[in-house]
Nanobody, 123 residues
């Protein structure tokens, strides 16, 4: 059974940092690109960052560039999103996703999704 389990969300103040984790199980993690997406109340799910199956290629939304870092440890079947200098507009549910044999992908290209973890940033 495929599972993507996010953790690390929480309530923080603007300027703080959080590190989200995504633990994968039930598929060959090293063959999948991994991504982070987010959805704020009343808005569509949006791309945040992706990382290729080797970890050699990363892509970021403009809103994430310079503040967020996506990474992965294939030996641990885990992907991460380090978020620094958080802003109130980063408040959303953050979802982990996987796409087979991809370098990068958007939401429509994901094969698997996690349940999400809430990130709330207060001013």
């Amino acid at each position: 059974q495929v599972q993507l389990i996010e953790s690390g969300g929480g309530l923080v103040q603007a300027g703080d940092s959080l590190r989200l984790s995504c633990a994968a199980d039930g598929f060959t993690f090293s063959s999948y690109a991994m991504g982070w997406f987010r959805q704020a109340p009343g808005k569509e799910r949006e791309f945040v960052a992706t990382i290729s199956w080797t970890g050699g290629t990363t892509q970021y939304a403009d809103s994430a560039k310079g503040r967020f870092t996506i990474s992965r440890v294939n030996a641990n079947n885990t992907a991460y999103l380090q978020m620094n200098s958080l802003k109130t507009e980063d408040t959303a549910v953050y979802y982990c996703a996987a796409a087979h044999a991809s370098v990068s992908f958007r939401a429509s290209g994901a094969d698997y999704w996690g349940q999400g973890t809430q990130v709330t940033v207060t001013s």
